[in-house]
């Protein structure tokens, strides 16, 4: 098996640091240029290092067409050098200039409703439109040409938030011309994939293959699967039209692009090829509705999805918040010590950097409230600007785990196609399909044990796991189900649930018999699935002298999937209803390995005891061996000898923390540590093992 590295190199060897910085829009203060001056004073005084500059900048990099003015970007980018601050460079494509709109209609976006938006707004153009690809690939020649050996210049940020779709004409037929390379110009096959017979939808002609519209189709979910298919494709097309000339000119400068989290409408696994570094904007809702630590092992959920992008290789935070997020319903402040704690997080779970948007606060505009390093005061003795320079001081003392990673022993399989056709399925509970919170339920039980986790797509390699974990594995793409079985066969241990080997790649129904291609490996046939009201409860009772230790009975709510055991052992049986009796828990014995199946939903303490089951039988490596209180988890990183372990505590109260015999040094204070620590509200502990 090919080994992956334990330790990476820093995502551009010429500054081995953490990152930490922000957005930095400095032609919206082109009138006032002392306000650079002072910019400069206060990163140094933020520790700040990086900023990343003109995401939004093409109106003033190419006021008219062809007439490029970098005489303002010249002065930034020298300033930020004699300052020691590096640029991470962007390409201006996520939003263009009204000349731009207005000479060429063609690259403003066609809504699914076909009508053509006009000028405004940001991230709409066409990724189709042959001009807007000329247009951007132009201009980032020219930001490549004139930056290329400017000591500034760390790495590029292409575009910002790739999204959304366009539904022009151009866009159409290079959906027809992406659908017959599919289906090797065989129109029959197309409808055979998609199961057109159904209410009489057959093509006779390529032309008639229209995007999925309000007003026009939408019942075909092969055609759904495939247009957002072709929407991630058309997109990547589009980045590498914009990466091709940077790496052409600056073949050593790391690209990027940043990522929105499980954003549903591009499947990020498809990117993940064509980047050198992974970067997302994360943007959690702290001390809202829920309590901090239940949204924080769901973030934790994405930092790791982040990670697992590229294999285990150290990802940047490239965006979040000082302070409030204004677009949100309720802006709440971040309370005394959760920038800290949010910043780390991500440091925790894989990332290299921490940065903001933004560094200064717009004057005006949309974005003029949200929360920025610098504010409207202009100065810096803010609680903002004291927490961010904070998080800087911190990052200073952290270079030994630059590069730094984790081998997990577990892997959750959250898959963007797979939630594509379950968000799509009509059935079960429509409003709570909840196929991300399931996965992320299944992920907290090894949050609260500190137990570190990849989530990954089903086309990732699982040899390197001892467990996998594949909850509402709706969709098996092909060749899917044999690397489970092969994994199973040479002792891994796997999970599934109800909801799973339901459909195809094509979204068409596996016939002869549910979980479909996982029925061998689950040794179970599911029959049929019962969706219950709110107010419906059944029970699961567990076996006396299961082998996993777990006792007395659990809560089935929502789905029950009516299971028969084929080769499978049954642990635990539904308690009432017509299905009293049946199983619902299984585990079937499959070469050295065992596969379980989990009939019915709890997400709450049945995962919480079966998980922890798990983790003592198969001995699960944890980032430190003890037990956690509520709302602490504990995380690691590693080069192979060195142990780094970030204990982090999301609740607004004291929380201790027992490390019994074992030996560690604070990063931060540079003490020694052993024994009951104590982490106050929102508290960060960064260890290293002695
Ligand atoms: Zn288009």
């Given at each position: 098996m090919f080994m992956k590295p334990m330790k990476y190199p820093p995502i551009n060897p010429k500054f081995p640091h953490f990152l930490h910085g922000g957005d930095y829009n400095p032609d919206q203060w082109k009138h006032t240029p002392e306000v650079w001056d002072e910019d400069m004073r206060l990163m140094k005084l933020a520790h700040c290092n990086v900023m990343s500059v003109g995401i939004f900048s093409w109106a003033s990099l190419e006021p008219e067409e062809g007439k490029f003015e970098f005489g303002w970007l010249d002065t930034i980018m020298d300033k930020l050098a004699e300052n020691g601050v590096y640029a991470i460079l962007a390409t201006p494509s996520g939003a263009r200039p009204a000349w731009l709109a207005a000479k060429y209609p063609e690259v403003l976006r066609v809504l699914p409703n076909r009508v053509r938006i006009l000028f405004g707004?940001?991230?709409?153009?066409?990724?189709?439109s042959p001009v807007y690809r000329e247009k951007t690939r132009l201009i980032n020649q020219k930001l490549a040409e004139r930056y290329k050996d400017h000591p500034a210049l760390l790495a590029w940020h292409v575009s910002n938030e790739y999204g959304g779709e366009c539904h022009c004409e151009l866009c159409q037929q290079a959906f027809r011309e992406w659908l017959k390379k599919k289906y090797d110009n065989d129109l029959d096959k197309l409808n055979r994939a998609w199961w057109t017979g159904f209410w009489s939808h057959t093509y006779t002609d390529w032309d008639q293959i229209q995007s999925p519209a309000p007003h026009g189709e939408g019942s075909i979910h092969g055609l759904n699967l495939d247009w957002k298919r072709f929407v991630t494709h058309q997109t990547i097309e589009f980045m590498k039209n914009e990466i091709a000339p940077l790496r052409e000119i600056t073949p050593n400068v790391p690209v990027t692009t940043n990522f929105m989290g499980t954003y549903t409408g591009l499947n990020y696994w498809k990117f993940a090829p064509e980047l050198d570094v992974i970067s997302w904007d994360n943007y959690p809702r702290w001390h809202g509705e829920e309590p901090d630590w239940e949204l924080a092992y769901k973030v934790a959920f994405v930092h790791d999805i982040n990670r697992s992008l590229k294999g285990g290789k150290p990802f940047m935070l490239m965006e979040s918040t000082p302070s409030m997020t204004n677009w949100m319903k309720v802006a709440k402040l971040k309370r005394p010590g959760m920038h800290l704690l949010s910043s780390i997080q991500a440091v925790a779970h894989g990332s290299d950097t921490v940065q903001y948007f933004q560094w200064r606060k717009s004057r005006g505009c949309v974005e003029k409230f949200h929360g920025a390093v610098v504010d409207h005061c202009g100065h810096e003795n803010t609680r903002v600007f004291r927490d961010v320079a904070e998080v800087g001081k911190v990052l200073e003392k952290l270079d030994p785990i630059i590069g730094t990673t984790v081998r997990p022993e577990v892997a959750i399989i959250y898959d963007w196609e797979n939630r594509w056709a379950i968000d799509d399925m009509k059935g079960l509970i429509q409003d709570k399909k909840d196929y991300l919170l399931t996965c992320q339920s299944h992920y907290r039980p090894f949050w609260e044990n500190g137990v570190p986790v990849d989530v990954i797509d089903?086309?990732?390699?699982?040899?390197?796991?001892k467990l996998l974990i594949a909850p509402m594995l709706y969709m098996v793409r092909p060749g899917v189900a044999e690397r489970i079985e092969k994994f199973v066969e040479e002792g891994g241990t796997f999970v599934t649930t109800y909801w799973s080997g339901i459909v195809d790649e094509n979204d068409l129904c596996f016939l002869g018999g549910f979980p479909g291609p996982l029925r061998k490996v689950t040794g179970i046939w599911s029959e049929e699935i019962d969706a219950l009201y709110d107010h419906d409860v059944n029970h699961v009772v567990l076996k006396d002298d299961n082998p996993l230790g777990l006792k007395g009975e659990y809560e089935a709510r929502e789905l029950c999937d009516l299971i028969h055991a084929e080769t499978a052992e049954v642990l635990a049986t539904y308690k009432s209803d017509f299905y009293a009796g049946r199983p619902a828990l299984t585990v079937n014995s499959f070469g050295k390995g065992k596969a379980y199946y989990i009939a019915f939903r709890n997400n709450g303490d049945f995962l919480t005891d079966f998980y922890g089951a798990l983790i003592k039988e198969l001995n699960l490596k944890r980032a430190v061996d003890t037990e956690l209180p509520q709302g602490v988890t504990a995380q690691m990183r590693t080069d192979g000898e060195r142990v780094f372990v970030f204990i982090l505590n999301f609740v607004p109260e004291e929380r201790q923390v027992d490390l019994k015999e074992m030996r560690f040094k604070d990063m931060i204070t540079g003490e020694d540590v052993t024994g009951r620590v104590s982490l106050p509200p929102y508290g960060v502990k960064i260890l290293e093992r002695l």
């Open positions: 707004g940001r991230h709409n153009h066409c990724y189709t089903m086309d990732c390699d699982f040899s390197g796991y």
